[in-house]
């Protein structure tokens, strides 16, 4: 498969949007503004599927996502220093492949 040159500078530093990706399908693909915007909601429409149902999504030399448990604990209001409880709930974690590690580290 040949990878694609994509223009990074164009994009916000702290952003990547799914118009934006779908622009790039448009653009560098070929496919239309529908199509594009189509494929890339159900390409994020199908990892949150698969993290709800409690999977682990894992993207070949980009990451693993995860759903992990947490337990209840206390925990404490910044402001006031009152003791609150913080129920027992589901988180997503990312971990970062070691291909995508690396070439963070050469830039």
Same mark, same amino acid.
């Given at each position: ?46 990892? !949150? =599927? $698969? ?14 996502? +995860? &759903? ?19 129920? !027992? =709930? $589901? ?14 580290? +050469? &830039?």
């Amino acid at each position: 498969m040949t990878e694609l040159a994509i223009d990074i500078d164009r994009f916000e530093p702290a952003s990547l949007t799914k118009a934006q990706l779908a622009d790039l399908l448009y653009e560098r693909i070929g496919l239309s503004k529908r199509e594009s915007k189509d494929i890339v909601d159900a390409f994020f429409d199908l990892i !949150a =599927r $698969r993290l709800i149902e409690g999977e682990s999504v894992r993207i070949s030399g980009f990451g693993n996502f +995860q &759903v992990r448990s947490k337990a209840p604990r206390p925990g404490r209001n910044p402001r006031t220093g009152e003791a609150i409880p913080i129920e !027992a =709930r $589901r988180v997503v974690t990312f971990h970062a492949s070691n291909k995508l590690k690396d070439k963070v580290q +050469q &830039v």
